[in-house]
T-cell receptor, first 111, second 112 residues
Framework: QKEVEQDPGPLSVPEGAIVSLNCTYS??????FMWYRQYSRKGPELLMY????GNKEDGRFTAQVDKSSKYISLFIRDSQPSDSATYLC???????????FGTGTLLAVQP | ETGVTQTPRHLVMGMTNKKSLKCEQH?????MYWYKQSAKKPLELMFV???????ENNSVPSRFSPECPNSSHLFLHLHTLQPEDSALYLC???????????FGPGTRLTVL
């Protein structure tokens, strides 16, 4: 079993839709959770950072962590064509040197 | 320059060539990382440096050789690579180990 599972997509939605991106994980020691956005031919860009369980909101983006289910989500409201990118989840236990990444979900927002 | 920069952005090399990738971070961070990103695979951590000391080497073939002369610069020296080494090579930095990482734009490497 992979440490982090993420549906690669592609996920295609119309402009203005609410997008839900998800990752599951197996290591209960993970406590730091990140979402990165990666545009084509660019490096990943940190989008959201959360610690432990709960929700965090930043503009149109909401990150949600459910540690009891080992499940994290990123919601994008009022999606825009400029949101079209690959979204990578990443997580860490805070003790090792590693971030463990998902494979990324390719999102296409159609105008 | 701000953030994390990488040069060159694109590199095509033969299997017998020697080349180097360069990374520079302008964030005052103490830790730097090399990752390999291949299609449909998770990011693969290659090397980790903290305060210029290598703290992790994830079973990377010896044809990849890292160098960290100071906390702002990181190099990846390449020698006798294989076609399967073609990928996007990403550099990242973080304030300290196990902290949130900030990535550069990557070097797209093609090995012929």
């Amino acid at each position: 079993q992979k440490e982090v599972e993420q549906d690669p997509g592609p996920l295609s939605v119309p402009e203005g839709a609410i997008v839900s991106l998800n990752c599951t994980y197996s290591n209960s020691a993970f406590q730091y959770f990140m979402w990165y956005r990666q545009y084509s031919r660019k490096g990943p860009e940190l989008l959201m950072y959360t610690y432990s369980s709960g929700n965090k909101e930043d503009g149109r983006f909401t990150a949600q962590v459910d540690k009891s289910s080992k499940y994290i989500s990123l919601f994008i409201r009022d999606s825009q064509p400029s949101d079209s990118a690959t979204y990578l989840c990443a997580m860490s236990d805070g003790a090792t040197n590693k971030l463990i990444f998902g494979t990324g979900t390719l999102l296409a927002v159609q105008p | 320059e701000t953030g994390v920069t990488q040069t060159p952005r694109h590199l095509v090399m033969g299997m017998t060539n020697k080349k180097s990738l360069k990374c520079e971070q302008h964030l005052g961070h103490n830790a730097m990382y090399w990752y390999k990103q291949s299609a449909k695979k998770p990011l693969e951590l290659m090397f980790v440096y903290s305060l210029e000391e290598r703290v992790e080497n994830n079973s990377v073939p010896s044809r990849f050789s890292p160098e960290c002369p100071n906390s702002s610069h990181l190099f990846l020296h390449l020698h006798t690579l294989q076609p399967e080494d073609s990928a996007l090579y990403l550099c990242a930095s973080s304030p300290k180990l196990a902290d949130t990482q900030y990535f550069g734009p990557g070097t797209r490497l093609t090995v012929l």
